[in-house]
């Protein structure tokens, strides 16, 4: 720490000694290892006596070692058990997940950059026989496991019951509701706005949108806010809107599709996800000379256009804000849960041509 002092007529800087835990320790009346907890929130410290650590070492202007910190963080490491491990906690068991290309690739990237941050990530699926989230929190903690990553959970406005102070957490997307954890997703909103502007780049000027209302809770409502946005600076009847949540089969909402497209007349139909596969197969509904595009890829190689919400960046986002979680030793449901967004990119293709 420095400060400036005035030395005859001049300024100068005086560097000062850095204020350390047996300074605090004395000034509380503690132990240096009471300090050490209080200020890493560590859970054996009353609360009272840990707001009063905090208090002294701020007025104080102590300031962790980085160094130390580090030391400290490779020590503990190599004394717990797992505390390398990052669970991948999941709704449905692998082979159903894996099905999703977008579920498919976040893990991957999550995967990927939790080896490269000297974690691992381990999957718990949470419909294991007799596993509930009680249970599920025992093994964790037991296992010395800090991190825990919530996947996407398929259906909107979930909630999941874990002992979340034991826990550094995020979750990826908006399906998870409650309780409100730090979340990593798309851009939704940048991300269908985008889309829309660029099918307009493409000469589009009548773009058809499809979605459901599942569809657009799991994203906060934002793909509907972007299309929404786009009907008040053009038109509504630049942008038709189908609402296909009446339909609970997928034969009868092809059937509804199929009709609404026949009856209009669009340059383009955006879907989501997979939605342009089931305008496709078995026979295509799509006439031709329209543009099929997505929000979302369905394949690595998807043959329209298509806003590719980078779902790998997702994953590994999500390590990072965990394993900092863990790094500033915090647990628990946040005060202040923070959204990190990341921005897709739009990948365009040729106008599809429909298959024979």
Partial sequence: MAQWQRIGYAIVCV???????????????????????????????????????????????????????ALLERRYKRTAREVDVIAYVTPQEEHLWRRSYFHACAYRGAEEQALKRGYRLEHFPLTAPGMNGRRLSRILYHRGIQGVLIAPLGRPYQRINLDWEHFSCATIGYSLIRPSLHRVCPHYFHNMFLALRSLRHMQCR????????????????????????????????????????????????????GKWLETQRFDAVFGVGTLPVMLLKPTPLVPEGIVLAAMGKSS??????????????????????????????????PEHPKVVMVEGVWEPASPLAVPS
Avoid at 31 to 46: D, K, M, W, Y
Avoid at 212 to 231: E, F, P, V, W, Y
């Fill in 15 to 69: 560097k000062k000694e850095r204020v350390t835990v047996q300074e605090i320790a004395r000034l509380a009346g503690v132990a240096p290892s009471t300090v050490s907890r209080a200020l890493r929130s560590h859970p054996s410290i009353p609360a009272q006596t840990r707001q009063r650590i905090e208090e002294i070492a701020r007025k104080s202007g102590y300031r962790p070692d980085p160094l130390i910190s």
């Fill in 206 to 257: 009548r773009i058809a949108s499809i979605l459901t209302d599942n569809m657009s809770k799991r994203n906060g409502q934002m793909l509907l806010s972007a299309i929404t946005l786009h009907r008040h600076l053009y038109s509504k009847a630049a942008f038709p809107l189908f609402n296909a949540s009446a339909y609970t089969e997928r034969e009868t909402a092809r059937a509804a599709i």
């Fill in 300 to 333: 690595p190689h998807d043959p329209w256009p298509v806003l590719d919400q980078k779902p790998e960046v997702v994953g590994a986002a999500a390590i990072d804000v965990i394993i900092g979680q863990i790094q500033r030793n915090e647990r628990g449901i």
